[in-house]
């Protein structure tokens, strides 16, 4: 897949620095952290903001801006079953991702918003739905 976005984000609590890669094989953020045969990233920052807000660890929410080392494909699991179209430019790969640069300064979601998803998402998690692909 090719995609027209110039930019990707990447959200998460890992203390990286440019130069290093993130890749997939590593225990995923959500469901239940099975091995993650997929590296994801966005073309939008509020999507990387939900990435870094939600990611497991107890570090720092950092968003770093990605440059992707191979093919990136969209996200099926939010593009097929959430939002079609991908209006979230939500994508993933097999491939590492570059990280270029970190975004200094960003706004999280409200704690009200920020509770709701929590709470859809242990929801997911007791009817054994399973986020990650």
Not at 89 to 107: C, F, H, K, T
Request: hydrophobic share 40%; aromatic share 10%; net charge negative.
């Amino acid at each position: 897949m090719t995609s027209e976005i110039t930019q990707y984000y990447h959200g998460t609590k890992a203390d990286l620095k440019p130069g290093d890669l993130l890749s997939a094989g590593f225990s995923s953020n959500y469901g239940v952290r099975k091995q993650a045969p997929w590296i994801y990233l966005t073309g939008t920052l509020d999507a990387a903001i939900w990435g870094a807000e939600l990611a497991a660890g107890e570090g720092r929410e950092r968003i770093y801006i990605v440059e992707p080392m191979g093919e990136i494909f969209d996200d099926p699991n939010l593009t097929d079953k959430r939002f079609p179209g991908n209006p979230t430019q939500s994508y993933r790969s097999r491939d590492p991702l570059r990280i270029v640069g970190e975004v200094a300064a960003w706004e999280g979601h409200s704690a009200e918003r920020l509770a709701e998803m929590r709470a859809m998402l242990a929801r997911l998690d007791a009817e054994g739905v399973e986020a990650i692909d």
